[in-house]
């Protein structure tokens, strides 16, 4: 089992950053691709961004190439996404996702484990 904990999700004004973290525990993260996902009042769970095993590799929604960063540190057993230029339409809670395949899949149903979400405002 891997437990994940999201953080640094807030209100920001647009055009603003952030930095959200997920922190894993019960098992390292090195054997999992990671993912983040978004999901929007009244709307579906997006993909947002994965992550390779090692990092070497990323895959990145079109809506955020360009203005979202994920990264992680294994040695840390955690995940980041950097989000600059942040948009109101980007409003939405994040989830943080690990899949053992390691596919870097949009498909959320493919991913193992998941954290409870962290929420992310931004204000125009």
């Known amino acids: 089992q891997v437990q994940l904990v999201e953080s640094g999700g807030g209100l920001v004004q647009a055009g603003g950053s952030l930095r959200l973290s997920c922190a894993a525990s019960?098992?390292?993260?090195?054997?999992?691709?990671m993912g983040w996902f978004r999901q929007a009042p009244r709307k579906e769970r997006e993909f947002v961004a994965a992550?390779?095993?090692?990092?070497?590799?990323?895959n990145y929604a079109d809506s955020v190439k360009g203005r979202f960063t994920i990264s992680r540190d294994n040695a840390k057993n955690t995940v980041f996404l950097q989000m600059n230029s942040l948009k109101p339409e980007d409003t939405a809670i994040y989830y943080c996702?690990?899949?053992?395949?390691?596919?870097?899949?949009?498909?959320?149903?493919?991913?193992?484990?998941w954290g409870q979400g962290t929420q992310v405002t931004v204000s125009s």
């Open positions: 992550i390779s095993r090692g990092g070497a590799n990323t």
């Open positions: 996702a690990a899949d053992f395949a390691a596919v870097l899949t949009a498909l959320a149903y493919k991913y193992d484990y």
């Open positions: 019960g098992r390292t993260i090195s054997s999992y691709a």
